[in-house]
């Protein structure tokens, strides 16, 4: 049922992962920096510790509180869409068409050789990753041959995916872990 709410882009399968409905967190880990921002703090515990900390026996997953993921962040000015005969609706077209991943072509495609073992396909990185990148994107070209970028009618950012739920550890910002214990697992030992 999830499948259909994914972006149309979604290159692989999803992950399915299983657990008991009864697992208990044994552990509650807060994480927090004097020098790193939230984001990277984020950043941090989602890419090294989650992946560490589930490699444990006996630990059936972990779940992250207060968790803010990267995103670019797109502010639309209404008044200059306007003054360009622009809608959100062209912007996120643009933007869709602009931040594609294409295929490049193939390793050991047809016609192969005798013997040949490989046949890879070649993806190009086309999407794109700093906030320069998005506002160069192109939203209309006039008559005349102005351009229109995306700059020209939005602020550009990168940011949090979600500003929902603020975590913090003693007043200060934090990224917080639920460790869950297996079933039938002991937990002094995990």
């Not at 990267?70 to 869709?96: C, G, H, N």
């Not at 070649?122 to 320069?132: C, D, F, G, Y």
């Not at 506002?135 to 939005?154: E, Y």
């Not at 990224?175 to 297996?182: R, V, Y």
């Given at each position: 049922?999830?499948?259909?709410n ?27 920096s ?9 950043d ?11 490699t ?5 997953g ?10 670019m962040?797109?502010w ?10 622009l809608t ?12 594609a991943?294409?295929s490049?072509?193939q390793i ?5 050789l005798?013997?040949?073992q ?7 990185q ?10 160069n994107?192109?939203l209309?070209?006039?008559g005349?041959?102005?351009?229109v ?5 939005a ?12 975590s913090?550890y ?9 460790i ?11």
């Amino acid at each position: 049922q999830a499948l259909r709410n994914l972006p149309a882009d979604i290159d692989a399968p999803p992950v399915v992962t299983k657990a008991d409905a009864n697992a208990d967190v044994i552990m509650i880990l807060s994480v927090q920096s004097k020098e790193k921002t939230i984001l990277q703090i984020s950043d941090f515990v989602e890419n090294v510790l989650v992946e560490k900390l589930q490699t444990i026996p006996e630990v059936s997953g972990v779940n992250i509180f207060g968790q803010r993921k990267y995103a670019m962040r797109i502010w639309l000015d209404p008044a200059k869409l306007a003054s360009y005969q622009l809608t959100p609706a062209d912007v996120a077209a643009a933007v869709q068409a602009q931040n594609a991943q294409v295929s490049a072509g193939q390793i050991g495609g047809t016609p192969s050789l005798a013997g040949q073992q490989l046949n890879a396909t070649v993806t190009a990185q086309t999407r794109l990753q700093t906030p320069e990148q998005f506002r160069n994107i192109l939203l209309k070209t006039a008559g005349n041959g102005s351009q229109v970028r995306l700059s020209d009618v939005a602020r550009v950012e990168l940011g949090g995916e979600s500003y929902d739920v603020i975590s913090r550890y003693n007043g200060k910002p934090a990224a917080g872990l639920g460790i869950k214990l297996a079933a039938g697992a002991n937990a002094l030992a995990t």
